[in-house]
């Protein structure tokens, strides 16, 4: 895996918000506008310090300063909200591309149409459950759009609190299908996901096109306790998955944006 040396560098924005005075300077103006005194008495700070840390901000764009209708020796300074949210949404941008949308999930429906759709496949050692919620979720919230695998390397079925946990969200998992990996190895896929350890360490290795992603799962089938307790860790895994898959779409809507 590769990083660029830009994605690594932390942003400027957020070693400016990272110091305290700053901080507290913008926590301020987030509630108010402000003249400096009201700053300076908040903060307890000289006023050279403080003048210090506005003018550092307002070189980012981040606070504006207006002069007083009332009196005209006095400033007032406010917080740039709209250019704190494009900065936010750049930054996050930088380090995962969904976190620079203010929607997510995306609406896939509003997607340029692909050529042919993308494929995905998702891998755990059993596909039993962890693999098959992923199938199946992605599924439902690509609305189509994606054309979804699942395979384990020692399939043993599909346990049934997998399709009780689906049932619960509206999905029916009647057509999920456990099988093994060599059923699929002749196939191309834009993305395998593995969705367990154990995979990954013995995941064969895949065409330089296909993006391989690995999402850490517990085993839910491997859980204990009581009938109430066991269903917990699928319903809990579905509800992680289906966050990862929120931002998996976002991703891909960036990239399927900037291609088309």
Excluded at 204 to 213: G, K
Aim: glycine fraction near 4%; hydrophobic fraction near 40%.
């Amino acid at each position: 895996m590769t990083t660029t040396t830009a994605a690594t560098r932390v942003p400027e924005f957020l070693k400016l918000l990272a110091h305290e005075l700053r901080w507290k300077i913008l926590t301020a103006l987030a509630r108010s506008d402000c003249n400096v005194q009201e700053i300076l008495q908040m903060l307890g700070e000289p006023q050279n310090v403080v003048s210090y840390h506005l003018r550092k901000l307002r070189e980012y764009h981040l606070v504006k300063e207006r002069r007083s209708a009332a009196d005209e020796r006095s400033l007032y300074y406010s917080l740039d909200l709209e250019a704190v949210h494009l900065l936010y949404l750049a930054t996050g941008n930088v380090l995962h591309p969904a976190l620079g949308s203010a929607h997510v999930p995306p609406d896939v429906q509003q997607w340029p149409t692909p050529e042919k759709p993308l494929r995905v496949l998702f891998l755990c050692t059993h596909n039993s459950a962890r693999s098959l919620l992923a199938e199946a979720l992605l599924r439902q919230m690509s609305h189509g759009y994606l054309d979804i695998e699942s395979a384990g390397t020692q399939p043993t079925g599909v346990h049934p609190l997998t399709l009780q946990v689906l049932a619960e969200r509206g999905i029916d998992g009647g057509e999920l299908r456990s099988k093994h990996l060599d059923t699929l190895r002749e196939q191309t896929f834009d993305y395998v996901i593995t969705v367990c350890d154990r995979v990954r360490e013995v995941c064969p290795t895949w065409p330089v096109e296909t993006e391989c992603i690995h999402w850490s799962f517990p085993d839910p089938v491997a859980g204990e306790g009581s009938d109430k307790e066991r269903y917990a860790a699928f319903a809990q895994t579905a509800l992680q998955l289906t966050t990862r898959i929120r931002y998996f779409l976002a991703s891909i809507e960036q990239k399927t944006r900037r291609s088309a």
